[in-house]
């Protein structure tokens, strides 16, 4: 089994008369990609500051690799949180000669393989200053592995990024999980993007945890199994007259492009198509709706919590 990476139980943070943090109880194992899913405002960022010691929690405790003394702890972790700083007239690799130096962790050697890792080895010696962002979120992630972490702990790292930005950190996120076996932290706003990054997902909203399991178990607790299926058919008036005259299928609406939705209901998509061509219809193209964990984050997400 699993060891666990990163423990919280009951951590708190209050601000003034605001509970940011509340009663915080979550499980990192060993290996696991972890999404952090929260709208804007959830607390994400505080329970992470409060993880890492950044700042004081009210309550509750963190244990990371078994380790509860802060000291012990910072060994095994390497951060990012929100967007990261530099020191923007020096290069890339003197900003990363710094950090380890000012942390006192990190030889030459760790910070080359750093660089190469999250491939800006070849514009180590240019100036922060003319680095874009996703550059600099990638100098981030490297100042973040240069003490060689078990542990890595993300705020948001592709915050701001556009689209191809978002999906080379993912890729990169991917690579140091899977080549190098570091277990990840990634808090994230973006549905989609922690769909198709992470193994496991825990769900704040308004500093409570609301869900946590992996992406396939929050699906099926929330009931949204494939029920809806897009169908493509260049005869559109015979494709609804065939409906009409099968049981367990009725027509939603529009789907994607010019495909028509249809609910089935004890029906499966392959029986469908079965009956679609026993009642001489010829669909192009039949495509599953897969929810997405969109739905169940707005379902939880909109209800009251008492
Ligand atoms: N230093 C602070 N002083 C007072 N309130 C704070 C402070 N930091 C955070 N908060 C409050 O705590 C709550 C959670 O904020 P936090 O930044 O942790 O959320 P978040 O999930 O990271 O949001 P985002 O997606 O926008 O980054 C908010 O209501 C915020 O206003
Ligand atoms: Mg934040």
């Known amino acids: 089994m699993a060891s666990d990476a990163l423990v919280t139980r009951g951590l708190t943070r209050r601000f003034g008369g605001r509970t940011a943090v509340s009663a915080l109880d979550l499980r990192v194992q060993e290996g696991d990609v972890y999404g952090f899913l929260g709208p804007n ?19 509750g405790e963190v244990e990371i690799f078994g380790e509860k003394d802060p000291v012990r702890q910072r060994a095994h972790v390497g951060a990012m949180v929100e967007t990261p700083a530099f020191h923007k007239w020096l290069s890339a690799r003197d900003n990363l000669r710094r950090a380890t130096a000012f942390a006192g962790q990190g030889t030459a050697a760790d910070i080359e393989l750093a660089l190469e890792r999250v491939g800006l080895q070849g514009r180590a010696d240019e100036k922060v200053q003319g680095y874009s ?26 915050n701001g990024l556009d689209p191809r930005g978002m999906r080379e950190i993912r890729d990169l996120l991917l690579e140091l999980a899977r080549r190098d076996r570091l277990t990840i932290f990634v808090s994230s706003h973006l549905l989609g993007e922690v769909e198709q990054l992470c193994s496991r997902v825990g769900i704040l909203e308004r ?93 939880l997400t909109s209800q009251e919590l008492t």
């Open 133 to 158: 962002l996703g550059m600099k979120q990638r100098l981030g992630i490297a100042r973040a592995l240069v003490g060689k972490p078990r542990l890595l702990i993300l705020d948001e790292p592709t």
């Open 41 to 59: 405002g959830a607390g994400k960022t505080t329970a992470i500051r409060c993880m890492l010691g950044l700042i004081g929690r009210d309550a």
């Open 207 to 299: 500093g409570r945890m609301v869900a946590e399991g992996t992406v396939e178990e929050l699906l099926r607790r929330s009931g949204a199994a494939v029920t809806e299926v897009d169908l493509e058919c260049a005869d559109a008036v015979a494709l609804g007259r065939a409906l009409e005259g099968i049981a367990g299928v009725s027509v939603v609406g529009d789907g994607e492009g010019d495909r028509l939705r249809v609910r089935l209901d004890g029906l499966s998509p392959a029986e469908l198509n079965q009956r679609l061509v026993q009642a001489g219809v010829a669909v192009s193209a039949l495509v599953p709706v897969v929810k997405s964990l969109e739905d169940l984050f707005l379902t």
